[in-house]
């Protein structure tokens, strides 16, 4: 199943923090995010393999609660670059690899 | 070092015709995966390649669909008698495994008029 994003979108001022969440309602092992920028590629940012993992780097970091079966990413102090929409990745059920996407959520930064 | 390549970045094609699209990935990553993207949507996955082996091709819509990767290193997608519903951006993506990142090519954006 596709894991769920929230919000969908959010508008942001620099400097300002937000938060991204996504949930599956199936067992997670691992969580991939992606960061997209319009008409160009997914930029990987990070993996999240363990529960309880926190990842970062710059000032964008990740954390993964099994559990809950959730992941969240953590942007903060955000900058103009940051602007462009996020989606979190899960493993598909064959083992090959494939990720399930979520539907995205879109971040705007503004000056 | 270079990153995954597509081609072409657009293509228009009528309904009815066959389009091929490609994908050079990174050199030495034995993985390969296809997605299709529609617009405000996240990448659907549609076919993984192991080197040359087709592992997983469960994503794919139709046997409209086909793709091939003969040497372990380019693949193509082949889309016959394409349909408007095929418009969309054609993404593929390579990582060294299959457990590793994947590294994503800007994608192709087809248009069936």
């Known amino acids: 199943q596709q894991p769920v994003q929230s919000p969908q979108a959010v508008i942001l001022r620099e400097g300002e923090d937000a938060v991204i969440n996504c949930s599956s309602s199936?067992?997670?092992?691992?969580v991939h995010w992606y960061r997209q920028k319009h008409g160009e590629a997914p930029v990987f940012l990070m993996i999240?393999?363990?529960?309880?993992e926190q990842k970062g780097h710059d000032k964008i970091s990740a954390s993964f609660n099994e559990k809950k079966q959730q992941s969240s990413l953590y942007l903060t102090a955000s900058q103009l670059s940051y602007s462009g929409t996020y989606f979190c990745?899960?493993?598909?059920?064959?083992?090959?690899?494939?990720?399930?996407f979520g539907q995205g959520t879109t971040l705007q930064v503004k000056p | 070092g270079a990153g995954v390549s597509q081609s072409p970045r657009y293509k228009v094609a009528k309904r009815g015709q066959d389009v091929a699209l490609r994908c050079d990935p990174i050199s030495g990553h034995v993985s390969l995966f296809w997605y299709q993207q529609a617009l405000g949507q996240g990448p659907e996955f549609l076919t993984y390649?192991?080197?040359?082996?087709?592992?997983?091709k469960s994503g794919l819509p139709s046997d409209r669909f086909f793709a091939e990767r003969p040497e372990g290193s380019v693949s193509t997608l082949k889309i016959q008698r394409t349909q408007q519903e095929d418009s969309a951006v054609y993404l593929c993506?390579?990582?060294?495994?299959?457990?590793?990142?994947?590294?994503f090519g800007d994608g192709t954006r087809l248009s069936i008029l």
């Open positions: 990745g899960t493993p598909g059920s064959s083992n090959t690899g494939k990720l399930i």
């Open positions: 993506a390579s990582s060294p495994t299959q457990d590793q990142p994947q590294h």
């Open positions: 999240l393999l363990k529960g309880g």
């Open positions: 199936k067992a997670l092992y691992s």
């Open positions: 390649f192991q080197n040359e082996a087709q592992l997983d």
